[in-house]
Nanobody, 120 residues
Framework: QVQLVESGGGLVQAGGSLRLSCAASGRTFGRYRMGWFRQAPGKEREFAAAISWSGGSTSYADSVKGRFTISIDNAKNTVYLEMKSLKPDDTAVYYC?????????????WGQGTQVTVSP
């Protein structure tokens, strides 16, 4: 069974940085696509960034492009989200997700989330 465990959230001032981690276990993840999503209070969950397990393909939401960097350490089965120049609008619960290899990306597995709060 796939398990995804996020960590690294916290409280930071605007302009600051945080690095989130997602430890994946329970399966061989080759050819999986891993994503980070976020959900702010009163809003729907939205896509932030994604990466192929090989690390060769990444994508970002326009709202985080240039400030967030997604990366992966295959040896540690861990996906990272480096967040810089944080804004109060980045305040949300951040979720790690995994999409098994298939024609269409669909995130079947989710972590429990980690809270990120950015103060003005």
């Amino acid at each position: 069974q796939v398990q995804l465990v996020e960590s690294g959230g916290g409280l930071v001032q605007a302009g600051g940085s945080l690095r989130l981690s997602c430890a994946a276990s329970g399966r061989t993840f080759g050819r999986y696509r891993m994503g980070w999503f976020r959900q702010a209070p009163g809003k729907e969950r939205e896509f932030a960034a994604a990466i192929s397990w090989s690390g060769g393909s990444t994508s970002y939401a326009d709202s985080v492009k240039g400030r967030f960097t997604i990366s992966i350490d295959n040896a540690k089965n861990t996906v990272y989200l480096e967040m810089k120049s944080l804004k109060p609008d980045d305040t949300a619960v951040y979720y790690c997700a995994a999409s098994p290899p298939r024609t269409v990306v669909k995130y079947d597995f989710w972590g429990q989330g980690t809270q990120v709060t950015v103060s003005p």
